[in-house]
């Protein structure tokens, strides 16, 4: 008699291809969901750091203005052999062009002053052929550090920016043109890979700076950019009509012109040789620099914020000047 061969129930392991498929497509719309929300939050930390940044900067501002008995002056200084700009001009008076602190006898035209080699130097380097003597006064007229050059990020445009698209050249700062160092502050959106010593860096934007002109009175002193018809030329026009407002949009604008720093190839809003079309108001870089600051609060006539002091802009996120992701040390940027 044969024996009776008892079948066994096999278990299945594993997944089939429906279940597989279905995880996978859960998966997709959780990756779809968190990828965007981790997105924000990474920028709304970096947002939060950069108004920390300005918070520094601010204070370190009041220490100068204790000091020295005023803000530092934003207004452009030079030619086009080499402009210094009203970003420039933030970091010189906060950590010095060298960041070995303020030199009082500059003329803060870094242009002008890489071309004295005898008398009284500012900013003399022994290393960079002036005399000994010259360096050693030199440190010795410093002020502060105001800002604590270890916390805070400066480079020379010439390293932020290659060549130009726009009005003029800055001053570049760079030794491989014979020229002294004359840094900007940059914010904590690193877009740009630049060498410093040894070492190639992640770089920011710079901080924009304006300082108010105090001393303006009457009705005139502020464009009013809700008024239809309101002409602002651009900057190859005049680079004077705005020296007249409580604001000068020139102060920076030279630097504007040379584009965003990732790629240089996209222009910023704040551009004062860019025109705009796409309202019913024809616009340009200055008319939007303006109308951005202005103060939405006071409506009697148009008024900037801050009037007694000064304003500091961050490209923001996207890295471009003039839109709603700026980060600034005043209300409502647009």
Not at 2 to 26: A, H
Not at 90 to 112: N, Q
Not at 179 to 204: C, E, F, M, Q
Not at 253 to 271: I, N, P, S, W
């Amino acid at each position: 008699m044969k024996g009776y061969k008892m079948e066994t129930k096999r278990e299945k392991f594993g997944f089939t291809l429906v279940e597989l498929l279905t995880v996978m497509s859960v998966i997709a719309i959780l990756i779809g969901v968190l990828v965007p929300a981790l997105n924000l939050v990474r920028k709304m930390a970096k947002d939060t750091s950069q108004k920390a940044q300005f918070h520094s900067i601010s204070v370190s501002l009041d220490i100068y203005n204790g000091e020295m008995g005023e803000y530092p002056e934003s207004a452009v200084k030079g030619t086009s052999a080499g402009y210094t700009t009203g970003a420039q001009r933030l970091a010189e008076a906060l950590v010095g062009r060298d960041m070995l602190g303020f030199d009082p006898m500059t003329s803060w035209d870094a242009y002008l002053d890489n071309g004295v080699t005898t008398g009284t130097i500012p900013y003399a380097s022994a290393a960079l052929g002036d005399p000994g003597p010259e360096e050693t006064k030199s440190l010795n007229r410093r002020k502060g550090p105001y800002l604590n050059p270890e916390k805070i990020e400066a480079h020379n445009v010439g390293d932020l920016y290659k060549g130009t698209i726009g009005a003029g050249q800055v001053y570049d700062g760079l030794a491989s043109n014979n020229n002294k160092p004359a840094p900007v502050l940059t914010d904590i959106y690193r877009i740009r890979d630049v060498t410093v010593g040894s070492k190639t860096v992640k770089a920011g934007s710079p901080v924009l700076y304006y300082r108010a002109n105090t001393s303006l009175t009457g009705s005139t002193i502020f464009p009013n950019t809700q008024i239809s018809g309101i002409t602002l030329t651009t900057l190859t026009a005049s680079r004077t009509e705005t020296q007249g407002y409580i604001y000068d949009s020139l102060d920076n604008e030279d630097l504007l012109a040379l584009g965003d720093v990732a790629t240089q190839t996209k222009q910023h809003r704040f551009d004062g040789l860019t025109p705009y079309t796409d309202t019913a108001t024809t616009e340009n870089g200055r008319w939007i620099f303006y109308d951005t600051i202005t103060n939405s609060k006071i409506t009697s006539l148009p008024r900037p914020y801050n009037a007694s002091s000064y304003l500091l802009i961050s490209a923001g996120y996207d890295g471009i000047y003039g839109t709603t992701d700026d980060i600034t040390n005043f209300e409502d940027a647009k």
